[in-house]
């Protein structure tokens, strides 16, 4: 594992890289509209993957005015990484003293130090926000918050020791956000149930609904527009049906930016039913199974943990996890569910964040070489499993104008693509950053960003080679996926060992631990 902080691997990138990359700033500013996009949906890795992209081609006359303290924000909020957050609120409050963001950095910044321990700091932060932002700390309850800090109560903090916490049972999928008409029916029928003024019989046995969206809002059937989000239950012990396809627990829909959303509301257990056996063939043996399904448990807990705010917890696809709903269900994958019932990983006593992917082409790779992230679960390291199993190697050939295409739609209009050059790569061969050329500029990129950007479905990895011959580049590579965490094909191939489902998560996630959590009473 590299150890080495990594904004000293941004020092270097841009100090390589730096005049050349620079050429590019209009590029960065449309990236970085994608990257906010994507940190507002809740894909904060992919996000990530990108801020650290634009920070490599913008000086610092052109860095974007959010850029350093969205990066903190998902480091402090989402991966708890309070070193690097707090180094890149530090970067914010240098380069943007007097932003009205100025306030919430410092005390974001005094809560880091209070977290890593260093008290008296943090009290010095908090006396100075409260002497330059009398009105801020006011609203936000500063003076109380500092005071309960200093008796030792604990106001704030990230995860909470397991021991320590109950689990929502009821996890809410995000299934669609771009709908326009949905139809939606149960076999004894469908209630609904809204909090907004206004009322809409429910279906009877069978009745198909129609929810779709007009210029004056959402209808439901004849009954609109219908205003706030609609909860949708199938009667009885039924499942609801979305455009014919079943769905355990409820429904709840609503309108925006004029397009219909649907949330899926359903039992943590149950919605994992409905993933296991998409991440996983079924025939696999009952070891990578169970193993699966904790990996799965434990991440959808961390992210409903960091979420409970947020309208929905995660997708229901590969942004996140793979959902089919009941259509999807197997028996062999629900009996690895209910067999390994309330177990997660644990590192520290806390819930830990297990990523996944295909295959990790011979070697896993470090959460800190993709995203700066240092998680001693998350390291690099040989895999003799995932050698010559599904995915290992790949190779595609893509035109460059389908490139551009594709750079285009993340906001990097890069017209006349010339070259692309892999500049470092990082232990596990995969490339750190290559360098993309056109006729009169250039633009740096980590391998997972542009593996993300050219189709992560043809670009499997960032453990590749790159060839061109006339107006197409011919890729070879080895992994199918990000490479963080346990290698899906290889924890296969342990399981076909006689390696136990224990044996594959430690494996995996080296000193983690598998322990029981509890449920709140929903």
Same mark, same amino acid.
């Not at 429904?251 to 257990?269: R, S």
């Not at 890729?475 to 489902?501: I, K, L, P, V």
């Given at each position: 594992?590299?150890?080495?902080?990594?904004?000293?691997?941004?020092?270097?990138?841009?100090?390589?890289?730096?005049?050349?990359?620079?050429?590019?700033?209009?590029?960065?500013?449309?990236?970085?509209?994608?990257?906010?996009?994507?940190?507002?949906?809740?894909?904060? @890795?992919?996000?990530?993957?990108?801020?650290?992209?634009?920070?490599?081609?913008?000086?610092?006359?052109?860095?974007?005015?959010?850029?350093?303290?969205?990066? %903190?924000?998902?480091?402090?909020?989402?991966?708890?990484?309070?070193?690097?957050?707090?180094?890149?609120?530090?970067?914010?409050?240098?380069?943007?003293?007097?932003?009205?963001?100025?306030?919430?950095?410092?005390?974001?910044?005094?809560?880091?130090?209070?977290?890593?321990?260093?008290?008296?700091?943090?009290?010095?932060?908090?006396?100075?926000?409260?002497?330059?932002?009398?009105?801020?700390?006011?609203?936000?309850?500063?003076?109380?918050?500092?005071?309960?800090?200093?008796?030792?109560?604990?106001?704030?903090?990230?995860?909470?020791?397991?021991?320590?916490?109950?689990?929502?049972?009821?996890?809410?999928?995000?299934?669609?956000?771009?709908?326009?008409?949905?139809?939606?029916?149960?076999?004894?029928?469908?209630?609904?149930?809204?909090?907004?003024?206004?009322?809409?019989?429910?279906?009877?046995?069978?009745?198909?609904?129609?929810?779709?969206?007009?210029?004056?809002?959402?209808?439901?059937?004849?009954?609109?527009?219908?205003?706030?989000?609609? @909860?949708?239950?199938?009667?009885?012990?039924?499942?609801?049906?979305?455009?014919?396809?079943?769905?355990?627990?409820?429904?709840?829909?609503?309108?925006?930016?004029?397009? @219909?959303?649907?949330?899926?509301?359903?039992?943590?257990?149950?919605? @994992?039913?409905?993933?296991?056996?998409?991440?996983?063939?079924?025939?696999?043996?009952?070891?990578?199974?169970?193993?699966?399904?904790?990996?799965?448990?434990?991440?959808?807990?961390?992210?409903?943990?960091?979420?409970?705010?947020?309208?929905?917890?995660?997708?229901?696809?590969?942004?996140?996890?793979?959902? %089919?709903?009941?259509? &999807?269900?197997?028996?062999?994958?629900?009996?690895?569910?209910?067999?390994?019932?309330?177990?997660?990983? &644990?590192?520290?006593?806390?819930?830990?964040?297990?990523?996944?992917?295909?295959?990790?082409?011979?070697?896993?790779?470090?959460?800190?070489?993709?995203? %700066?992230?240092?998680?001693?679960?998350?390291?690099?390291?040989?895999?003799?499993?995932?050698?010559?199993?599904?995915?290992?190697?790949?190779?595609?050939?893509?035109?460059?104008?389908?490139?551009?295409?594709?750079?285009?739609?993340?906001?990097?209009?890069?017209?006349?693509?010339?070259?692309?050059?892999?500049?470092?790569?990082?232990? &596990?061969?995969?490339?750190?950053?290559?360098?993309?050329?056109?006729?009169?500029?250039?633009?740096?990129?980590?391998?997972?960003?542009?593996?993300?950007?050219?189709?992560?479905?043809?670009?499997?990895?960032?453990?590749?080679?790159?060839?061109?011959?006339?107006?197409?580049?011919?890729?070879?590579?080895?992994?199918?996926?990000? %490479?963080?965490?346990? &290698?899906?094909?290889?924890?296969?191939?342990?399981?076909?060992?006689?390696?136990?489902?224990?044996?594959?998560?430690?494996?995996?996630?080296?000193?983690?631990?598998?322990?029981?959590?509890?449920?709140?009473?929903?």
């Amino acid at each position: 594992m590299i150890t080495r902080p990594i904004i000293f691997l941004l020092c270097i990138w841009c100090s390589l890289f730096g005049n050349a990359a620079a050429s590019a700033p209009s590029a960065a500013e449309g990236l970085f509209s994608i990257a906010e996009l994507y940190q507002h949906k809740g894909r904060y @890795l992919e996000a990530l993957s990108f801020y650290r992209d634009i920070e490599c081609n913008t000086d610092n006359a052109t860095v974007p005015r959010t850029l350093y303290k969205n990066m %903190g924000d998902i480091y402090y909020e989402f991966l708890e990484s309070y070193d690097q957050a707090h180094s890149y609120y530090l970067k914010q409050l240098e380069k943007f003293p007097h932003d009205s963001c100025a306030p919430e950095i410092k005390h974001r910044i005094a809560r880091i130090l209070y977290l890593k321990g260093e008290r008296d700091k943090s009290f010095e932060y908090y006396q100075a926000l409260i002497s330059s932002y009398p009105e801020y700390c006011k609203n936000n309850s500063i003076a109380e918050e500092m005071d309960k800090m200093k008796k030792g109560s604990k106001v704030f903090g990230g995860r909470a020791l397991i021991a320590d916490q109950a689990f929502s049972q009821q996890i809410r999928v995000l299934l669609r956000d771009d709908a326009d008409t949905v139809a939606l029916s149960a076999k004894d029928g469908l209630e609904f149930s809204t909090t907004a003024p206004g009322a809409f019989t429910n279906s009877t046995a069978g009745e198909a609904i129609t929810c779709r969206t007009e210029k004056a809002g959402m209808y439901i059937n004849n009954y609109g527009p219908v205003q706030g989000p609609v @909860l949708i239950k199938a009667k009885g012990q039924a499942f609801i049906e979305i455009d014919q396809k079943p769905y355990r627990g409820m429904l709840q829909i609503y309108l925006q930016d004029a397009k @219909l959303t649907l949330v899926n509301h359903v039992p943590l257990e149950d919605y @994992l039913y409905g993933v296991v056996s998409k991440e996983v063939p079924a025939s696999w043996p009952a070891a990578v199974l169970r193993a699966q399904a904790i990996a799965a448990r434990t991440y959808a807990l961390y992210t409903m943990v960091k979420r409970e705010t947020e309208p929905y917890d995660l997708y229901s696809t590969v942004a996140a996890q793979v959902y %089919g709903g009941k259509d &999807s269900e197997q028996e062999s994958a629900c009996t690895a569910v209910d067999a390994t019932k309330e177990l997660v990983i &644990s590192y520290d006593n806390r819930i830990a964040y297990p990523l996944y992917h295909s295959n990790s082409g011979g070697m896993t790779a470090s959460a800190e070489e993709i995203w %700066g992230w240092p998680v001693p679960y998350l390291v690099s390291k040989q895999d003799e499993f995932s050698i010559d199993m599904k995915g290992f190697q790949w190779e595609c050939s893509l035109a460059v104008n389908d490139l551009q295409k594709n750079f285009k739609q993340f906001g990097l209009p890069l017209p006349d693509l010339k070259a692309i050059v892999p500049l470092v790569r990082d232990m &596990s061969g995969r490339i750190r950053n290559l360098r993309i050329e056109t006729h009169n500029q250039t633009f740096v990129l980590s391998g997972n960003s542009f593996r993300l950007i050219a189709g992560p479905g043809k670009i499997k990895s960032s453990q590749f080679g790159v060839k061109q011959k006339d107006q197409t580049f011919n890729f070879e590579g080895r992994g199918f996926g990000h %490479g963080a965490g346990m &290698s899906q094909w290889g924890a296969c191939q342990m399981a076909r060992n006689g390696h136990s489902c224990e044996q594959i998560l430690q494996f995996y996630y080296p000193g983690t631990k598998i322990v029981r959590v509890n449920y709140k009473i929903d």
